[in-house]
């Protein structure tokens, strides 16, 4: 290889390396965490304490309904115990016993309502938990995998970083303060058919001889370290 083109392999070592290190933090974040049973964590929490609180809300009904009942049991035993021989006082008593009897249908009515939305919670959280199985079972299946694809990107990332400060130290001097100077992601272009590959201007024709002696030549558009293709 020639300088330029021992830069042009700089180049493509470092963009490889940059590549592997993304992946690595990629592979390395979805074995730490799993979006996807958080999510569904996070849910079966907010589903739990809404069953839970309508639990409460049902107990709670239940012993209302159960106290009225009761109540209006008594009152009903006394209208009937024949005790009271005052007509307006045995109407204004039946008529008692009659709104009672509505008000528990109400509540009963109330309460079929809240155990409905009870069966329903637990037909969600039956569902939600199925579903957090499934994801952890194929996260777990998936892990082995992707953590031999973490260890062999790790050695070749080992590898090409070592390449790499090979490559660099095998580089002149010169090449290498222009290409340190350089602001640009990729500082290296490839010339094609007499354009730099980086933005596609023309070189000039001075620009294509030097570059024929492999000496330092930069784009005199973009700035960047050409190389013949
Ligand atoms: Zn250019």
Same mark, same amino acid.
């Given at each position: 290889?020639?300088?330029?083109?021992?830069?042009?392999?700089?180049?493509?070592?470092?963009? %490889?390396?940059r590549a592997?290190? /993304?992946?690595? /933090? *990629?592979?390395?974040a979805r074995l730490a965490r799993d979006p996807e049973a958080e999510r569904l964590e996070a849910q079966l929490a907010t589903t739990r304490a809404a %069953?839970? #609180?309508?639990? +409460? $809300?049902? $107990?709670?009904? #239940?012993?209302?309904?159960?106290?009225? *009942? /009761?109540?209006?049991?008594? $009152?009903? +035993?006394?209208?009937?115990?024949?005790?009271?021989?005052?007509?307006s006082e045995l109407i204004a008593?039946?008529?008692?016993?009659?709104?009672? +009897?509505?008000?528990v249908a109400r509540e009963e009515d109330a309460e079929l309502t809240l155990m409905e939305e009870a069966e329903a919670l637990d037909a969600e959280l039956r569902r939600l938990e199925a579903a957090l199985a499934e994801v952890l079972a194929g996260t777990a299946a998936a892990a082995p995998e992707l %953590?031999? %694809?973490l260890e062999q990107e790790r050695s070749e990332l080992a590898a090409v970083e070592a390449e790499r400060a090979e490559t660099w130290e095998a580089i002149p001097a010169d090449f290498r303060a222009a290409y340190s100077r350089i602001r640009l992601a990729d500082p290296v272009a490839e010339v094609v058919n007499n354009q730099c590959q980086g933005c596609r201007v023309t070189v000039t024709s001075s620009g294509m001889q030097q570059l024929r002696r492999h000496l330092l030549v930069?784009? #005199?558009?973009?700035? $960047?370290?050409?190389?013949?293709a």
């Amino acid at each position: 290889m020639n300088t330029p083109e021992l830069l042009l392999h700089h180049q493509r070592l470092d963009q %490889r390396a940059r590549a592997l290190t /993304a992946d690595i /933090a *990629r592979l390395e974040a979805r074995l730490a965490r799993d979006p996807e049973a958080e999510r569904l964590e996070a849910q079966l929490a907010t589903t739990r304490a809404a %069953r839970e #609180e309508l639990a +409460k $809300r049902l $107990r709670e009904r #239940e012993r209302d309904v159960e106290d009225h *009942r /009761a109540h209006m049991k008594s $009152r009903e +035993k006394q209208l009937m115990s024949g005790r009271i021989n005052n007509p307006s006082e045995l109407i204004a008593l039946s008529q008692e016993v009659d709104h009672m +009897k509505s008000a528990v249908a109400r509540e009963e009515d109330a309460e079929l309502t809240l155990m409905e939305e009870a069966e329903a919670l637990d037909a969600e959280l039956r569902r939600l938990e199925a579903a957090l199985a499934e994801v952890l079972a194929g996260t777990a299946a998936a892990a082995p995998e992707l %953590r031999q %694809r973490l260890e062999q990107e790790r050695s070749e990332l080992a590898a090409v970083e070592a390449e790499r400060a090979e490559t660099w130290e095998a580089i002149p001097a010169d090449f290498r303060a222009a290409y340190s100077r350089i602001r640009l992601a990729d500082p290296v272009a490839e010339v094609v058919n007499n354009q730099c590959q980086g933005c596609r201007v023309t070189v000039t024709s001075s620009g294509m001889q030097q570059l024929r002696r492999h000496l330092l030549v930069t784009c #005199e558009h973009c700035g $960047r370290i050409l190389v013949m293709a």
